[in-house]
């Protein structure tokens, strides 16, 4: 069964700090991964998909990594701002289903 | 595109009643899905479409049904509301590249008391 991972469930850290997200998998054999924004009391908003054959993705301020023999992605976001603050959530493709890791809760402070 | 769209925001039900969650998509997605997002549990897949007329269960099925009639449109149904299903549920969507699913996109959830 995959499971998946994210450590810390929270963090704080200061405005234009670097921030760094940890997300891992028990199974190695995965189609593509997703990483999700959700602000509070709303819906999942994606930021990036990194297919099974790459290695990053890129979108203005934010990269993610992928490294399946490590079972580990890695989403980067450069020069944290307090708009940032949300909880991240990374997404495992199974079969017809996505596989969630509970989130990193994030606080940027101004 | 209005992306995913669900309806009602917000619901509030007594134990034992019985309701329908909307879900609509205007992006043509082959596959549907709704999920269940409750405090330290995570998302968790209820139900999911792979296209019209073709539903399965997902981890935590019972106590709803779905169908699937129209590619638009995957409606949930509560038979019976217990307070065990209070929780915030999500609708989903994407297209399938070369028969796995791709790029999810999700709508803005309904909130759901059981009281």
Redesign the interface.
């Known amino acids: 069964k995959q499971e998946v991972t994210q450590i810390p469930a929270a963090l704080s850290v200061p405005e234009g700090e670097n921030l760094v997200l940890n997300c891992s998998f028990t199974d190695s054999a995965i189609y593509n991964l997703q990483w999700f924004r959700q602000d509070p009391g709303k819906g999942l908003t994606s930021l990036l998909l990194i297919q099974s054959s790459q290695r990053e993705q890129t979108s203005g301020r934010l990269n993610a990594s992928l490294d399946k023999s490590s079972g580990r992605s890695t989403l980067y976001i450069a020069a944290s701002q307090p708009g940032d603050s949300a909880t991240y959530l990374c997404a495992v493709k199974l079969p017809n289903r996505l596989a969630f890791g509970k989130g990193n809760q994030v606080v940027v402070i101004p | 595109n209005a992306g995913v769209t669900q309806t009602p925001k917000f619901q509030v039900l007594k134990t034992g009643q019985s309701m329908t969650l909307q879900c609509a998509q205007d992006m043509n997605h082959e ?1 549907m ?1 709704w999920y269940r997002q409750d405090p ?4 968790r ?1 209820i139900h ?1 479409s ?1 296209g019209a007329g073709i539903t ?1 269960q ?2 935590v099925p019972n106590g709803y049904n779905v169908s699937r009639s129209t590619t638009e449109d995957f409606p949930l149904r509560l038979l019976s509301a217990a307070p065990s299903q209070t929780s915030v549920y ?1 609708c ?1 969507s994407s297209y399938r590249l070369a028969g ?10 309904t ?1 759901l008391t059981v009281t």
Do not use: I, T
Request: hydrophobic letters at 30%; a negative charge; zero cysteines.
């Open positions: 596959y899905s330290g549990m995570g998302l897949l999911y792979v399965d997902g981890e999500f989903a796995e699913l791709n790029e999810q996109y999700f709508g803005p959830g909130r």
